[in-house]
């Protein structure tokens, strides 16, 4: 099998997954190459991402890694034997790395939840709103790599524009309310586009107004992506050098715990698209 030269973070994640079911039983990966009948090498290659497993090697391996969660195992069967080459894939080479790996994840969430502080949560915003956001980069962006972004965040709408939308939840602040990132008619576009979003059944947009006391969890913001199973869930966090990708089992617990702080202190969808029709008429 032809290695791989870089994997996606999916690949990757499958692939984390498997070394932990592998040091959960104490095996040591020469140990579990003899389940394989295949070298220690074929498996380190498996836990780094650089080569696929099928499904039949890899439930045996779960099976002598004593793994009785089914549906786990049934999740990175799904990881393992999806072939799926999506719309991102035209970005492949002209966009970071990062920007596909969020598109792949978003698309086969079973959930998103989106906390944001400063921006208008990615999946809502208008084509004006992102152009601006990315013209304002440093070092500017080149002509084309902008006009690149803006396409490729326009297209990330599938996800809840689509005809299979996935539910969705948005926690956004006054602040990203009101920061005006281009002039005050996007801004208004912006808002106005929102408050349609938020009447669609599967969007619920909730909003934390500044005058809320006693809110310390500014630095909260996240994407949470539903896996299959809640052991498959995935947080993206903003990094100095592009996403940050959090899966280990504490970690999205305490995302879990935060959302649902941050999500009990802000307004309810009513009061939020009411909130957000005044700061509309406001502009």
């Known amino acids: 099998m032809v290695l791989r030269s870089e994997p996606t973070a999916r690949q990757m994640r499958l692939a984390a997954e498997l070394r932990r079911l592998r040091d959960a039983a104490g095996l040591a990966a020469r140990e579990a190459a003899a389940l394989l009948g295949v070298s220690s090498a074929q498996i380190s290659q498996i836990e780094a991402g650089l080569t696929g497993v099928s499904e039949k090697r890899l439930r045996l391996l779960a099976a002598n890694y004593a793994c009785s969660d089914d549906e786990l195992i049934d999740g990175l069967v799904a990881m393992a034997t999806d072939r799926?080459?999506?719309?991102?894939?035209?970005?492949?080479?002209?966009?970071?790395?990062p920007f596909l790996d969020l598109s792949e994840l978003e698309h086969h969430a079973t959930f998103l939840r989106e906390v944001q502080f400063l921006y208008i949560p990615g999946p809502l915003q208008t084509e004006g709103y992102a152009r601006a956001v990315y013209a304002y980069r440093v070092p500017e962006l080149p002509h084309e790599e902008l006009e690149l972004r803006v396409r490729h965040r326009m297209q990330r709408?599938?996800?809840?524009?689509?005809?299979?939308?996935?539910?969705?939840?948005?926690?956004?602040?006054?602040?990203?309310?009101?920061?005006?990132?281009?002039?005050?008619?996007?801004s208004r576009t912006q808002l106005t586009r929102l408050l349609e979003l938020s009447e669609a059944g599967h969007i619920t947009v909730r909003v934390i107004p500044f005058d809320l006391e006693g809110f310390a969890g500014a630095t909260s913001a996240m994407t949470y992506t539903g896996g299959l199973v809640p052991k498959l869930d995935t947080v993206v966090r903003d990094a100095p050098h592009g996403a940050a990708f959090v899966?280990?089992?504490?970690?999205?617990?305490?995302?879990?715990?935060?959302?649902?702080?941050v999500e009990g202190v802000s307004l309810d969808p009513e009061r939020s698209r009411d909130f957000i029709h005044k700061l509309a008429k406001e502009l």
């Open 157 to 186: 709408k599938v996800i809840i524009e689509g005809p299979a939308p996935t539910p969705y939840e948005a926690v956004i602040h006054e602040a990203a309310l009101r920061i005006m990132v281009g002039d005050r008619a996007a």
């Open 84 to 97: 799926t080459r999506g719309w991102w894939e035209e970005y492949r080479g002209l966009l970071p790395t």
């Open 247 to 261: 899966d280990s089992e504490a970690q999205l617990d305490a995302f879990r715990t935060l959302f649902r702080k």
